[in-house]
C-alpha cells in the first residue's frame, strides 16, 4: 500500500516542528549573546574537533561562511584551531572551555524550554513521542 500523501504530511509536521525548535534555539542563542549560526556551529564541534570543510557540510554553508564563523568564536575565546596533523593544510576546530560551558548552557536552556512546552501534552504519550522522534532523526540522518 502506497503512503505518499501521508509522508508529505509527516513530513510537513517535522517541518513545522523543526521551526518551533528553531525558533526557542534562536531565542536562546541570543539570550546568550550568540547568532544561531554560532550556536549551531558550537553544538556541533562539542564533543570532539571537526575541520572547516566538515562545518561546512554540516551547516550546508560554503567553506568562507565558516571562516568568518570560526574568526568571530576564536576572537570570543569559545573555539581554538589546530593543524591537522596528518595534513597541515586541514585546520581542526575544536571548543576552548568556555565554548564547552556555553554548549552546555545553551542545551540546558533550549532543553528546558521545550521541556517546559510539553508538559502541556498527555504524559501517557511521552514514552511514545521520545521512540519515535529518536526513530525519524535517525531515518533522517540515514
Not at 80 to 89: L, N, V
Not at 108 to 128: F, K, M, N, Y
Amino acid at each position: 500500500m502506497s503512503r505518499p500523501a501521508g509522508d508529505r504530511e509527516v513530513a510537513g509536521a517535522l517541518l513545522e516542528l523543526a521551526c518551533v525548535i528553531e525558533g526557542i534555539r534562536g531565542v536562546v542563542s541570543r539570550e546568550l549573546g550568540l547568532t544561531p549560526q554560532q550556536a549551531q556551529l558550537l553544538t556541533l564541534v562539542d564533543p570532539g574537533e571537526l575541520t572547516h570543510g566538515e562545518l561546512a557540510h554540516r551547516l550546508n554553508c560554503d567553506k568562507t561562511n565558516v571562516t568568518g564563523l570560526v574568526d568571530r568564536l576564536e576572537r570570543r575565546g569559545l573555539v581554538r584551531r589546530r593543524p591537522d596533523p596528518d595534513d597541515r593544510r586541514v585546520t581542526r576546530v575544536s571548543l576552548d572551555d568556555q565554548g564547552v560551558e556555553l554548549v552546555a548552557r545553551f542545551r540546558t536552556a533550549v532543553t528546558a524550554a521545550i521541556a517546559g512546552r510539553l508538559t502541556s501534552g498527555p504524559s501517557a504519550r511521552h514514552d511514545e513521542l521520545l521512540a519515535l522522534a529518536r526513530a525519524t532523526t535517525g531515518a533522517l540522518r540515514a
